[in-house]
């Protein structure tokens, strides 16, 4: 059986020479930003203004700052 998805995942657009108008509905003055949490990352995608079709366009993501859990093969070295 098929879970409910709540929050369905970015669909992923290839940036061809510029992206900022929306491949679904084609609302062309940008996208908002949006982040989500991946472990100690937070992935940023897009959500379109006119339609919240979600896109990402590829790896973009950077790091929480959270400190990392203790982890003995290096905080003992
Ligand atoms: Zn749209």
């Known amino acids: ?3 409910k998805e ?9 940036v061809e020479e510029e992206l900022s108008s ?3 509905c084609g609302y062309e003055t940008g ?3 949006a982040f989500r ?7 940023v995608f897009l ?3 006119s339609c919240s079709a979600r896109f990402s366009v590829g790896e973009w993501n ?4 959270e400190p990392r859990p203790y982890d ?6």
């Open 1 to 3: 059986m098929r879970e």
């Open 31 to 33: 996208f908002h930003v």
């Open 22 to 24: 929306c491949p679904r």
């Open 62 to 65: 950077f790091p929480t700052g």
């Open 37 to 43: 949490r991946r472990v100690r990352e937070l992935v």
């Open 72 to 77: 003995p093969t290096i905080d003992d070295a």
């Open 47 to 49: 959500i379109c203004p």
């Open 6 to 14: 709540k929050t369905p995942s970015p669909e992923n657009v290839r």
